[in-house]
């Protein structure tokens, strides 16, 4: 069997709050901004350099069951994996625009990690594993 994780979906209180967060914050790249309707569009993220990988679909809230859920899609608990290939240069990037690091970069037997907030809280693990 070959399966492939392709695309993940995250809530978000505002479609056009969340591509600016992520592309000039991040440096995601914007693949896609389709309107489905009015009120839906379809817009999918993914990290730059991340050509053909895993996509994050930028979902909006509609509903308040979804709006609560906005930011603890995942109880509190990492949600999100973002390998880099230099944890530092990410770390100082980040931090100067802003970003919220919970802690510093520390080693990890698989690598050096940090966890960050995104807009809306979900936590996320920044990685840079350990080269084979």
């Not at 240069?89 to 980040?94: G, L």
């Not at 970069?105 to 996320?124: A, M, Q």
Request: net charge negative; proline share 2%; charged share 25%.
């Amino acid at each position: 069997m070959n399966q492939q994780l392709i695309q993940i979906s995250v809530l978000v209180r505002d479609y056009d709050e969340a591509i600016v967060f992520y592309t000039q914050k991040l440096g995601f790249v914007l693949l896609e901004d389709t309107a489905l309707s009015e009120t839906k569009r379809w817009v999918r993220i993914q990290p730059d350099g991340n050509q053909g990988g895993c996509s994050i679909l930028l979902a909006k809230a509609v509903n308040a069951e979804q709006i609560l859920a906005i930011g603890n899609q995942t109880g509190g608990r990492v949600f999100l994996f973002l390998h880099t290939d230099n944890i530092d240069r990410d770390y100082i990037n980040y931090k100067s625009k802003g970003i919220e690091f919970i802690g510093e970069p520390r080693s990890e037997n698989y690598g050096k990690v940090v966890v960050f907030r995104d807009i809306y809280g979900n936590l996320w693990d920044l990685i840079e594993p350990i080269k084979e």
